[in-house]
């Protein structure tokens, strides 16, 4: 059984193909040119998304069709070229296009993961007994579909993740309505975020400190979710990347896979297409 439903891998596939260079015939690193063909970039696409499913090592998804170090060597050549943004940033506005976003009412949170191998973004985990891990920081629209992603060490601050964050979505979105308003947790209550976002004309929703946050839960549950949804790609609970490249190369794949699926799925409600998918895996 593939890594996920062929609705969401040839569409994905489609636009990341697109975006590839031109490959060689043959491996550019041989001395005469020849006697070595290069893997079709379409099988290590599919050992990737095998990585970025299960969060094995690339030893472990290895074929006799494709190495591990063709894997690493792939990544490190998609993620310097910045793909996974691009394509990321395609889905965005497909669904834009199909659906709508959601732009009125934006919510931004962090998620802590795993990163026993350090690298370049990891740092001291607080809630996992100073072992390395992973900060992700997601600005989502009002559905869930996340925007903008920022990486950074775990000991990082949810706070000053706060700017770079909503600039990444301007950047993936583009055009944002000036009547946005942000939804924030209580690790935002700061008069460092609030004079940002009077900076950015937005208005603001923050959890205040010492008030439980069941009763002022707001609209924030979404980016929540949103990250409960990334966190079931292995890769992102615990990513054994060392460079920093290359684990923002997986964030973004797997919030391309995020927002083709809810793409697909609200999509299916409102319109009938003859290969409209009727698996299971979607629901």
């Known amino acids: ?20 260079p031109v490959p060689e015939g043959y491996a550019a690193s041989h ?31 290895a074929s006799p069709g494709c190495s591990d170090r063709t894997i690493r060597r792939r990544v490190k050549q998609w993620a310097d070229l910045g793909i996974a943004q691009s394509v990321h940033g395609l889905a965005l506005e497909a669904y834009d296009r199909v659906i709508g976003l959601a732009l009125t009412e934006i919510s931004v ?11 370049e973004k990891a740092g001291r985990s607080p809630v996992d007994r100073g072992k390395q891990g992973l900060k992700r920081s997601v600005a989502s629209d009002a559905c869930g579909v996340p ?39 209580r690790g935002y209550d700061s008069a460092k975020s609030r004079a940002l976002l009077a900076e950015l004309g937005f208005t603001a929703e923050i959890a205040r400190k010492g008030i439980p946050a069941p009763i002022q839960a707001g609209k924030r549950w979404v980016v929540e979710r949103t990250h409960s949804w990334m966190n079931d790609y292995g890769k992102l609970r615990r ?33 009938r297409w003859n290969t409209r998918p009727t698996t299971r895996r979607l629901k």
């Open 109 to 119: 949170d962090g998620c802590i993961t795993k990163a026993p191998s350090g690298g």
């Open 239 to 271: 990513c054994t990347e060392k460079s920093g490249k290359a684990v923002d190369f997986y964030l973004h794949l797997a919030a391309a896979l995020v927002t083709l699926r809810m793409l697909i799925r609200r999509a299916a409600k409102r319109y």
């Open 1 to 20: 059984m593939p890594a996920v439903p062929s609705c969401l891998l040839d569409p994905l596939w489609d636009q990341f193909a697109a975006l590839l």
């Open 31 to 61: 001395p005469l040119g020849c006697h070595r063909r290069r893997i079709p970039d379409r099988v290590v696409f599919e050992h990737v998304v095998l990585a970025l499913v299960h969060g094995s090592g690339y030893e472990r998804i």
């Open 147 to 185: 925007l903008g992603i920022v990486s950074d060490g775990a000991n990082r601050h949810d706070s000053p993740l706060l700017g770079p964050t909503l600039r990444a979505a301007r950047t993936q979105v583009g055009a944002i309505p000036e009547d946005v308003n942000v939804n924030l947790d």
